[in-house]
């Protein structure tokens, strides 16, 4: 499948979406996105990354509620703001701000300085969505890459545009 622009410097690719990822804690699921990272060539150190990230939520929940986390992380190892999309085969405890379990992971990574231009407006997108009953709803319903390709088209392209033209 071709990859979808969400803006200039953002991209999702079919490889990272995850559609039914089985994984029993915090470090596969970490372990787990990293490959899926360097697989697509997004990041060019595996094994830094998923440090990078079990350091990143150490310092607090990405676990946003409503079964959402948003684990995020800017890093020298990363080429490109990339999202990467995980339904979780089961729900995995986050020590989310609800206290339930996550089922839907939006990884949001980018490198410093050129090409991480789209970071904090993909960011915000997502984290805005997910307290907007609506846009949540459609988050959580994204069950394919046609169906993560509609709600980039649909709602995250036009908002980070909305942003970035601010």
């Not at 939006?106 to 969505?129: D, I, K, Q, R, S």
Request: aromatic content about 4%; hydrophobic content about 50%.
């Amino acid at each position: 499948m071709k990859p979808i622009d969400i803006a200039t410097s953002i991209r999702i690719e079919a490889g990272l979406f995850l559609p039914a990822l089985e994984v029993s804690s915090q470090e596969e699921l970490f372990a787990a996105l990293a490959d899926a990272l360097g697989a697509a060539g997004a990041i060019h150190d595996r094994n830094a990354f998923q440090r990078l990230l079990v350091e990143r939520e150490a310092l607090g929940t990405t676990g946003l509620g409503h079964g959402i986390a948003i684990p995020h992380a800017r890093s020298m190892v990363a080429q490109r703001t990339t999202l990467v999309v995980a339904r979780l085969a089961r729900g995995l405890d986050f020590q989310a701000v609800d206290g339930h379990p996550v089922e839907r992971v939006f990884l949001v990574v980018a490198p410093y300085g050129v090409g991480g231009e789209g970071y904090l407006p993909l960011l915000g997108v997502l984290v805005a969505a997910v307290h907007h009953d609506t846009d949540r709803e459609r988050l959580l319903a994204v069950e394919s890459f046609d169906d993560l390709e509609k709600l980039a088209r649909q709602l995250i392209r036009p908002r980070i545009q909305e942003a970035l033209a601010r």
